[in-house]
């Protein structure tokens, strides 16, 4: 009787831990403990239940974790139940029994049922407990993925998890200033804004893992994919497996492992799901708990740990705050070394009770990818906090965010160690694509006061003998760094302005900006500090051109610009000229054109002839065209104040067509 007391103990306190943790995950909350920690536990807490022959009504294995979106809860119409778990593909290959099967991502995000009613959108709720969810369908203009309308008849119930990708979550980090733990972090904690826009700016994408109900008949999950995708929606990766036995099934496994290592893939995920090709055959399971038995079985990967000794703990630039990481005794993991992990936060050092030098730690590569701490397996003296910042040494403080993590803050507003996120995007392919240059090199360069604005990407030669003497870096490495930061010199404004960090100013939007204007002409544009001045280029907008003459307009982003064009040549976007008609001259369109398709046509045409087509008139604009001369517009004035001739559309014509 003793020994059942002890187990009931034991598994009303790992009950209490689980749902505390899973609490926190689900809703955007501080970490309590490691995914690594969380399976761990709960496996621990379902042999117990199978020795004592008990379950708790509130334990985890017999309940949804349930998300805490504010709004309006009503019932879901077909119960959104979770998939039961492995980490072995024996298991997969035993559940699977020979029938036809899917493999797919299991996207790490949050599930979301949308609901169709005569080809209109009539519903999103967010899964709650898997009985009861809330309505959020008010924020559907907020959410890609999710279409008002599609070609669709009848009455259509669709599952899918809304997810952000990890490059849109590094760049709304960037803009906002904020420093969210992950993407499903931020995605959470969105679903509850009541501001469609803010909602929409945070990129939440909704792909469609399964067809819940349509009136049709459609006998397997693959033709309910491909009905999905028909009416327009871009679902969930998946692979067909005819005959799954352990060799095809451990295969399979193998090849989507590497995309999750290889990091192929753009959004997070945190395992594989199998279903069954027959969907007869899926509705013949059962429910144990709130497993549907054979609606799916979601395959985890199994985390291979190392204990290490730890070296030291070295402060590191984050978005916005100073991370510590710990720098251990290498050791091997999923086939590489590694010797550095980071700590996350403040926050996360005391939950494992980190300690200083000579203290013995475990280490995972959480999914494949991140090297992370997960356990303090003996403490050796006490875990110490800078109260300087490590890379300024001004004055650094713990702060608690809103959701009561403790982060280490710089109180230096230009400190370089909050930048590291826009370095990161500066070398990237998309920017300047100086390759070589990752993220965690950045951070060393950073750290050891090399870089503190763009331009000095370009002066580390100057560093070039201490850089060889460091830890991970041969002559060879350093010379190809010093060849790729010398290649990158030579780029166009395409790359310049995306690699700006400019908020709003993502590939495309610099893509419409250097078809109008060259990089000196848009600086000289935007000099004007007419928020609007942009606002006439397709795809541009006032909001967009607003944020981009405002990021001109500060004097350190000013600055930093002039001295990164002291280091780079820029060369002007080519343009394909067929005539001469217009050779030499530099036109601004305004208004509405009747004898050309849209504006971009007679743009075409201009450049065609050799001419120029820029967005705002300016002491180097030799006509504006507008076909009511007479207006009252800003760009009508500032060729009047300029002396510069204002003609309509037809005079254009009679002149250069």
């Known amino acids: 009787m003793e020994g059942k007391e002890d187990g009931m103990r034991l598994m009303r306190e790992l009950v209490d831990r689980l749902n505390a943790a899973s609490d926190a995950y689900y809703n955007g909350r501080a970490e309590i403990m490691s995914d690594y920690e969380w399976d761990a536990m709960f496996d621990r807490l379902r042999a117990l239940e199978e020795e004592t022959g008990e379950v708790l009504p509130d334990s985890p294995t017999n309940r949804v974790p349930e998300d805490d979106v504010t709004g309006q809860k009503e019932p879901h119409e077909f119960p959104t139940l979770s998939l039961a778990k492995t980490k072995k593909v024996e298991d997969l290959v035993k559940w699977a029994d020979g029938h036809p099967i899917w493999i797919s991502w299991k996207l790490d995000g949050l599930t979301l049922v949308v609901t169709y009613d005569g080809g209109r959108l009539s519903r999103i ?27 669709v008849d009848g009455h259509l119930v669709v599952r899918g998890e809304a997810v952000i990708s990890y490059a849109d979550f590094e760049q709304f980090c960037i803009e906002s200033g904020d420093d969210f733990a992950n993407p499903r972090n931020l995605a959470s904690g969105s679903l509850s804004l009541k501001d469609v826009a803010e909602v929409r700016r945070r990129k939440i994408h909704w792909i469609p893992f399964t067809l819940v109900h349509s009136d049709g008949d459609v006998p397997t999950w693959g033709g309910k994919m491909d009905l999905l995708e028909k009416a327009g929606f ?104 590694v010797k550095r992990a980071s700590l996350c936060n403040v926050s996360e050092c005391g939950r494992l009770g980190m300690g200083g030098p000579g203290t013995v730690v475990s280490v995972i590569k959480a999914n494949k990818i991140i090297p992370k701490v997960i356990k303090v397996k003996e403490k050796v003296g006490e875990f110490e906090v800078p109260d300087r910042c490590p890379v300024c040494g001004e004055p650094a403080e713990i702060r608690s965010s809103d959701t009561g993590v403790l982060k280490l803050y710089c109180t230096n507003a230009d400190c370089a160690a909050k930048q590291l996120r826009k370095f990161t995007r500066f070398v990237s392919k998309e920017g300047l694509d100086i390759d070589g240059i990752s993220e965690q090199t950045i951070s060393k360069f950073v750290n050891r006061g090399w870089i503190k604005g763009y331009a000095d990407f370009f002066r580390l030669s100057e560093h070039r003998g201490e850089m060889s003497q460091m830890d991970g870096f041969g002559e060879k490495s350093v010379r190809n760094i010093m060849a790729a930061v010398e290649r990158s010199r030579d780029t166009d404004g395409q790359h310049v302005l995306f690699a700006l960090n400019i908020p709003m100013c993502g590939l495309e939007v610099a893509k419409r900006l250097m078809a109008v204007y060259t990089l000196g002409e848009l600086a000289e544009a935007v000099s004007s500090g007419d928020p609007l001045v942009l606002s006439d280029i397709d795809g541009i907008g006032p909001e967009k051109s607003s944020s981009i003459v405002g990021w001109f307009a500060d004097a350190r982003n000013a600055e930093g610009f002039r001295d990164l064009m002291t280091q780079i040549r820029v060369r002007d976007t080519e343009r394909k000229e067929t005539g001469s008609r217009c050779a030499g001259l530099t036109f601004v369109i305004t208004g509405d054109v009747h004898r050309y398709a849209n504006r971009d046509e007679l743009k075409a045409y201009i450049e065609s002839q050799g001419g120029r087509v820029t967005g705002s008139v300016t002491g180097s604009t030799d006509f504006l065209i ?32």
């Open 626 to 657: 507008n076909n009511d001369p007479s207006s009252g517009s800003s760009k009508n004035k500032k060729a009047r104040e300029l002396g510069k001739p204002v003609i309509s559309e037809d005079e254009f014509l009679a002149r250069f067509g």
């Open 125 to 151: 709720v967010t899964r709650g407990d898997g009985h009861r969810g809330t309505n959020i369908t008010h924020l559907a203009d907020g959410l890609y993925g999710i279409p008002r309308t599609i070609p």
């Open 234 to 337: 871009h679902t969930v990766e998946r692979e067909y497996l005819a005959h799954p036995d352990l060799e095809s099934v451990g295969a399979a496994v193998g090849r989507w492992t590497d995309r999750v290592t290889g990091r192929e893939n753009p959004y997070p995920v945190d395992g594989l799901v199998i279903t069954y090709d027959d969907s007869a055959l899926a509705a013949t399971g059962s429910v144990t708990g709130h497993h549907a038995t054979r609606a799916g079985l979601a395959f985890k990967w199994q985390d291979e740990s190392a204990d290490s000794v730890l070296d030291h703990v070295e402060w590191s630039c984050a978005a916005s705050s100073i991370t510590p990481v710990a720098v251990f005794d290498p050791v091997e993991l999923e086939g590489t070394t």
